[in-house]
């Protein structure tokens, strides 16, 4: 369970800096394209940078309640780390913290002590 904790919580921590270099860029092209008059874009990169904050901190809550509540930790961990890959894309970036954020919900569900499907139940 402490791995699973502590790959939820260092997954979670490296993707807020990538969160918040995503969130400085989609930003900084939103305001772009609301200058030049393109709206849709403008409300598209809202909607990236929101998700590029609120993803992380989702991982890192996961992370951190995986001793009090293991199902509600996995399934933070495992939505941030599939929205993170969905909303960066597959790179090497977004492919790390989703990585340890998926590795660290599989490490809790296979636990076997304090997990949620605990042996000789």
Do not use: C, H
Not at 33 to 42: C, L, M, Q
Not at 49 to 69: D, E, K, Q, T, W
């Amino acid at each position: 369970m402490k791995a699973g904790m502590i790959l939820g919580i260092i997954g979670g921590v490296i993707a807020l800096m990538v969160g918040a270099v995503g969130y400085s860029a989609t930003s900084t092209m939103g305001s772009l394209a609301s200058t030049v008059g393109y709206s849709e874009g403008a409300s598209s990169m809202q909607f990236y940078s929101i998700m590029s904050i609120v993803l992380p901190i989702m991982g890192i809550i996961g992370g951190g309640i995986v001793g009090r509540n293991a199902n509600a930790a996995i399934g933070l961990m495992g939505i941030s780390a599939l929205g993170i890959l969905w909303v960066f894309g597959l790179g090497l970036m977004s492919i790390v913290p989703a990585g340890l954020l998926g590795i660290g919900a599989l490490l809790v569900i296979l636990d076997k002590e304090g997990g949620p499907y605990k042996q000789g139940q």
